[in-house]
């Protein structure tokens, strides 16, 4: 009998969302203790800063450059190397509960087996799907045919009405605003609270967990939507945050003229967005302008994300008391993490999209190893990656990573391992607009270079000194006193360029 | 974005010659056999109703069926979309192959995405299916 491993992730959450990484709003005492026994990372960087890439690096271990899914609506193909094919090869149980989005959710033809497979029960035809042998999935509403959406229809369907409509009339993701201050992907749904997707991902995973044998050893990756937007989480939770109480983000420049002085510092697609003019990532609303965001909004829409990391905490605390009663607890790694963040209010924008700073890129990540392994609790300090939890899990289960596997475990302290740099990558191409982002973080320093595209000449860049300037709103890129600094990146960044896929794989839907 | 028509193009060379790859797309009956995710086809005349996998029926008028341009073209005329037309073409390359060329165009713009994008997917089915390897 082996380590067991509880995988958690959740959607789009930021860094300081969460007590243990000094966050005031949301209560999160089940994940900050899991942080005062393990490894908190104080650098965890993804690789890309939307979904379908990054959690594709997160199964396959690798960049977006290699696995090919460049943007979101790139499937991630079936046959891609997966660490839960590794673990399960290897003897391990593997299920999936919650939101997977290696497959576009656009899909009225039913191509792909994440919307399909609810049609015919938990276990995917071929026996394993991208190695789980288990897959309920979810994702940020009812609407489709995943499992969550098809239970809510046959059971409880006339709570369906109060999700957030997220694709408008033109098939757009929705701009209109809601709750108290009109803030866009705001709305007060009155369902129950264990209906809601969170307890439903909780509920899901503690029925496949009391179904396994007490010896089996088991990989699963347990991944919570929220807090990604749409912020519409069940109206009976909302007292828990007041959002007139909510003092600002740091990152929220108050006046318009501040706002738009830092976003003429940075290449010009941040204030084209800010100002209505572009938009380059289909998840933020087409229709919305950032300029239009009013700081009530911006406590609206934060407030309503802590109560939605309360949820996943107190979600997260039922599980680890279903792993306790089961007798696991000294066995069982936690490791919980997000795919990538969210502004939040930083800059005067929300959302996401190319934009790579704090708000997208510093990412929670706790890793608390079974009491039986006597790791001794850690704090790292150097950037890891999310391409880092691939190998970490083959590590725990006693595995080597596998040869496809592009980085290694992560550190269970600083110093533990010599390369300190972690990549990030942008591409997109939607409707005439390409944007296209290269970026190494080293050295307490951010460094963006871009590649030509319809928006953008090839020539610029970003550069952040993140020990003077942790908010990034000075763009050091064009400073003289900084050129070496962002030669030496520069050089790095390109070095470090991973293998390409063979092919360039197809977009094939919007999301 | 979401005041201007979306057009999508996708593309696939065939190791086949114009002709054997037109006969597949000429029958418009026969499209469940290369487009993954779409199990039925009726055809009455100009108009084809064809049946999704999820099950959506997807009523569509053939505008063009051109033997000797190698063009295919039809739209959409469900209430999914404000206007659609989708072209496919089929293009000597002169060697014995086949570049064959999917294009939408569609209002609102998403939906150009959303067929070109399976399209793009059936295209490389199609290849597969004719050069043996389906």
Known sequence: MGRKILFVTTDQQRY???????GTLARTPVIDDLAAHGIRYERAVPQSVVCMPSRSTILTGQHPTTH????????LPVDAPSVADVLHRAGYRTALVGKAHFEPYFDPFMRFTENSLSATGTTPPNGTHRGFEHLEFATHGVMGSLH??????EHHPDAMGGFYAVIDRDMQVSGEGGGDTGAPQVKTNPIPREWYHTDWVADRTIAWLESLDASDDWFCWMSFPDPHHPWDPPASELGRVDWHDVP??????ETASEREAILDGKPRHWRLWYDGQLVSNYEAPATW???????DQVREVNARNAVECELIDEALGRVLACIAARGWSDDVDVVFTTDHGELQGDFGLLFKGPYHVDALMRLPLVWRPAPSAAVAPAVVHEPVGLIDLAPTFCAIAGLDAAPWMQ???????DGERADHQVLTEWDSELFGVDVHLRTITRDGWVCTAYLRGTVHDGDEGELYD???DPLQRVNRWDDPSCRARRDDLVAALWDAQPEPHPTRLQLQAPV | MSDVRGTVRR????????DEVWEFIADPSRLPEWWPGIIEASVDGTMRVVTTGAGIPMPEEILTNDPLQHRFQYRITAGLVREHLSTLDVLDLGDGTSLVVYAADADPATMALIIAGAAGNALEHLRDLMEGAA
Do not use: E, K
Not at chain 1, 16 to 22: K, P, S, V
Not at chain 2, 11 to 18: A, C, G, K, L, N
């Open chain 1, 466 to 468: 993140l020990a003077d």
């Open chain 2, 11 to 18: 593309q696939v060379r065939i190791h086949r010659t114009p």
């Open chain 1, 289 to 295: 302008v950032p300029a239009t965001l009013t700081a």
């Open chain 1, 248 to 253: 600002l983000p740091a990152g929220y420049p």
């Open chain 1, 68 to 75: 090919g899914v460049w943007m979101n609506g790139v499937p």
């Open chain 1, 407 to 413: 980085s290694t475990a992560l550190p269970r302290h």
């Open chain 1, 148 to 153: 969550y959406a098809r239970w809510i229809q």
């Open chain 1, 16 to 22: 300081d969302t969460l007590g243990c990484n000094g």
